[in-house]
Structure formats: C-alpha cells, structure tokens
Nanobody, 123 residues
Framework: QVQLVESGGGLVQAGGSLRLSCAAS????????MGWFRQAPGKEREFVAA????????YYADSVKGRFTISRDNAKNTVYLQMNSLKPEDTAVYYC????????????????WGQGTQVTVSS
C-alpha cells in the first residue's frame, strides 16, 4: 500500500513556473514507477509525464515536452514535476500516481493515486 500526497499547486501567470511535489509513504517509492496526470473541468484525466523506478527513463506527453521535467528522489520518497513556460491550457488538477509496471501513460495501469493539487494559469 502506498499513500501519495501532492503539493505545490497554485495560481501563476502565463509564462511562469511551478514545482509540484508528491510525497509517498507506506511502501518504498522505488518499488514503483511514478506518473503525473492532470484533469481539467469537463475533460478526461490525461497523462503528463512518467519516470521509471530509478529515474533511468522518463516519458512526456507531447503537450508538455520541453516545458515540464519529472524527477524523483528515492531517498526522500518524493517525485517532482517542474513546470516552466506555463500556459492557460495547463490549468487543471494535477495528480501523481504509482504503478508496479514500467513507464506507462495509461491511467488504468496505475495502482495508487493522490488527491490532487490545483494549478491555475492566468492569461
């Protein structure tokens, strides 16, 4: 069992930056690949980025490639999402998730989810 808690969301102007954190407790986070997803009002939850268990591989949605960076610190059981050059269309609730499988953009393959943190980008 893994508990995930996101933090770092907020309101930022377009072009600004935010760093989200996801703290894991319970089992060691290095047992899992980790992902970030987001969900805007009226839309389905969508994949943002994923990172392998020991950070050897990362995977990004095309919409955030070059602007967002996922990283992890297994000693701190924490995963990060650095978001730069934010756009109004990045506005959503951001969720972190853990999967026993390898890198995946498929929501259904993730076993554990946090409660989410709101990111709002004003134009």
């Amino acid at each position: 069992q893994v508990q995930l808690v996101e933090s770092g969301g907020g309101l930022v102007q377009a072009g600004g930056s935010l760093r989200l954190s996801c703290a894991a407790s319970g089992r060691t986070s290095s047992d899992y690949a980790m992902g970030w997803f987001r969900q805007a009002p009226g839309k389905e939850r969508e994949f943002v980025a994923a990172i392998s268990r020991f950070a050897s591989s990362t995977y990004y949605a095309d919409s955030v490639k070059g602007r967002f960076t996922i990283s992890r610190d297994n000693a701190k059981n924490t995963v990060y999402l650095q978001m730069n050059s934010l756009k109004p269309e990045d506005t959503a609730v951001y969720y972190c998730a853990a999967t026993r499988y390898s890198l995946s953009k498929n929501v259904a393959t993730y076993d554990y989810w946090g409660q989410g943190t709101q990111v709002t980008v004003s134009s």
